[in-house]
């Protein structure tokens, strides 16, 4: 982050501007080159045509190569519906309510624990079922589930 | 388990016996009506006329007997424990026997009717699924993301709703797995127990 280079003893005598500059430049070009998976001849043919030096695109290269995170921080940055991460639920025995006695009915209720891509929380969704929905709703994310698995040996 | 029935209650419906056995079953069909649709001022309006009793009887016959059948129906009270109820009316066995009739042949439809005056949690109505890939995104290109997106349709007081959610697939086979487990609940001895012994 800009506090920590800033920071740092080694670059006190460098015009702050400029470090921010280069740090900037040096962050986004990480970055380009992992979301494009560039190999290390496509960074250096891009540095040489910034006019750096053969030491200094060595030295980049040299760094670039011992950092794998960007991959994994790129993988998870950008939109996509609400992510399901777990599930819990609840059997219940259904006796009476103020309306009616003698309902014995059993039913079941699901929580899904969500996420969202933006904020990381989201309230849950819960829903009540009985069993035949219950097995329903599980007989479809077993179709789903075979169907992966079929897609995964193609 | 017995019926109690108040003074006033009992009141609406000591009209009964004087309005006939004809009458009987014409405020019995006016009772149903007014539970599966609620109140009908002018329904009650022509069976006075026709039957030539005056309005409010009728009405007090009808709101007795609606209040008779959805209590009975609430607790499920057996044929020997109803008609022991309505014994301390003092009707003749006929009008007796008209009544036992009318709750049994509607018991059931009046206990639906109840039914869904409970309070309720949304409840799952259906589930649609897709299998997607994500080959790149604006942060990352040259992506393989498998995906399973959904769409979970859920009931909520008569409005159904549709939420899209995602999964990955290790999770997918996590939900799958503490899903048939709660399934299998239902089969253990304990809850078998349970059911056995609370009818």
Not at chain 1, 111 to 135: A, R
Not at chain 2, 28 to 39: D, F, I, K, S, V
Not at chain 2, 51 to 70: A, C, F, K, R, S
Not at chain 2, 159 to 171: F, I
């Amino acid at each position: 982050s800009n506090s920590s280079i800033l920071d740092d003893p080694d670059l006190k005598d460098i015009d702050p501007t400029v470090l921010k500059h280069c740090h900037a430049a040096a962050a986004t070009c990480i970055l380009e080159a992992g979301k494009q998976n560039a190999d290390i001849s496509a960074i250096s043919t891009c540095l040489e045509d910034c006019k750096l030096d053969r030491e200094r695109i060595e030295q980049f290269c040299t760094e670039y190569q011992r950092r794998e995170l960007v991959t994994v921080v790129s993988f998870s940055i950008g939109r996509s519906p609400l992510h399901i991460t777990d599930v819990s639920w609840r059997l219940e025995y259904q006796i009476k309510n103020n309306q009616l006695h003698k309902t014995y009915q059993p039913s079941y209720l699901v929580t899904l624990n969500v996420e969202n891509s933006d904020s990381g929380s989201h309230p849950d969704v819960s829903f009540s079922c009985t069993m035949e929905q219950l097995q329903d709703l599980v007989g479809k994310l077993k179709d789903a589930a075979k169907s992966l698995e079929r897609a995964t040996q193609m | 388990m017995l019926l109690v029935l108040s003074a006033e209650h009992r009141a609406h419906l000591g009209c009964l016996p004087r309005a006939g056995g004809a009458a009987v079953g014409e405020l019995g069909r006016l009772a149903l009506e007014q539970l599966r649709r609620g109140a009908a001022p002018r329904a009650c309006e022509t069976a006075a006329r026709k039957l030539n009793i005056g309005v409010d009887t009728i009405q007090h016959g009808v709101e007795g007997l609606v209040y008779l059948l959805t209590e009975s129906s609430k607790l499920m009270i057996s044929e020997v424990d109803f008609q022991d109820s309505i014994h301390v009316l003092g009707f003749s066995d006929e009008l007796n026997k008209s009544l036992l009739q009318l709750y049994l042949d509607n018991r059931k439809e009046i206990r639906s009717i109840l039914g869904e005056l409970a309070p309720r949690l949304p409840s799952y109505h259906s589930l649609e699924w897709r299998l997607d890939v994500q080959l790149a995104s604006r942060s990352l290109r040259q992506q393989i993301k498998p995906a399973v997106t959904m769409k979970l349709h859920l009931n909520q007081n008569e409005d159904q709703t549709a939420q899209v959610l995602q999964t990955d697939p290790a999770t997918l086979l996590h939900l799958i797995q503490q899903l048939e487990q709660a399934l299998g609940e239902m089969k253990m001895n304990h809850c078998r127990r349970i059911v056995r012994n609370m009818k």
